[in-house]
């Protein structure tokens, strides 16, 4: 039954961003991210994440909601993760964000979106505030991922693809697709009886591509680095080939 689906996702804690992160969707996490935390300020939360991209502004409020929260974030990513979706992927609970065999992440400086766009800036002061959430952004980038300011700083200059193994060497995750990660269901019996069903209909489940994959520049592994090439690392590889570190991430500019 629909209806018993979403309140065990809702009540375990199984939060689901799998579309362009506008107000609404960005609304809808923050409201139940707080209403969970405030219930049990013990228990941990499981977050979804398939986000082509977003509002700065969304973006930022839930990476914060995400900080405010006392239990855990575990983030969990699938298939590409770009600008504002990259960002909340990354903004989990240390150890605990992880990015499926076949997820990618996009990286790039941050900057307005349409979403971002729909009421003109009409003072130097939105401007400036716009601004002062890209410097935000990126010292965010930099302190979480432990690497030289002038590694990201590089990273981010233009539109970066990261494989998983590439996003983990820069600490933007922690593990690949990790089997059966998560939590356990709450035993929800007592729910029943006080709610009326209701289900969500194809409008709040509506799905958008918001990221134009117009001609950006892929992660180019199979880069010269000094004398040697180093060779695409492969999802089906042995632990002994060579992966790249971060400082080589960015040796070709």
């Known amino acids: 039954m629909w209806v ?3 309140y065990r996702l809702f009540f375990g804690r199984y939060l689901f ?10 609304d809808q996490i923050m409201k139940s991210m707080i209403y969970l935390n405030q219930e049990d300020q013990t228990k941990d939360f499981m977050f979804f994440i398939s986000c082509r991209g977003g509002g700065m502004l969304q ?16 983030t969990s990513g699938y298939g590409l993760n770009a600008s504002m979706g990259a ?21 790039h400086q941050p900057h307005m979106s349409p979403y971002d766009r729909r009421r003109h800036v009409e003072s130097g002061s939105d401007a400036e505030f716009m601004s002062r959430l890209r410097t935000y952004i990126l010292d965010t980038y930099i302190s979480r991922t432990k690497q030289d300011p002038e590694i990201i700083e590089s990273l981010l200059e233009r539109d970066i693809f990261l494989e998983p193994e590439d996003a983990k060497a820069v600490c933007l995750i922690d593990e690949i697709g990790v089997e059966g990660m998560g939590l356990d269901f709450q035993n929800l019996s007592f729910f029943y009886g006080n709610h009326d069903d209701h289900e ?11 990221h134009e994959m117009g001609n950006h520049e892929s992660f180019d592994h199979g880069r010269v680095l000094g004398s040697r090439r180093v060779q695409p690392s ?18 070709s500019k």
Do not use: C, W
């Open 59 to 74: 973006g930022v409020a839930v990476y914060d909601v995400m900080q405010f929260v006392t239990g855990d974030v575990f």
């Open 200 to 210: 969500m209909d194809d409008h709040e489940m509506g799905n958008h591509d918001d």
């Open 17 to 26: 961003l799998g579309r362009a992160l506008e107000k609404q969707p960005a």
């Open 4 to 6: 018993e689906l979403y």
């Open 234 to 251: 492969s999802r089906f590889s042995s632990p002994q080939e060579e992966v790249l570190t971060p400082k080589e991430l960015v040796l």
């Open 87 to 107: 960002f909340l992927l990354h903004g989990g609970a240390f150890s605990k964000r992880v990015l499926s065999l076949n997820g990618r992440m996009m990286i």
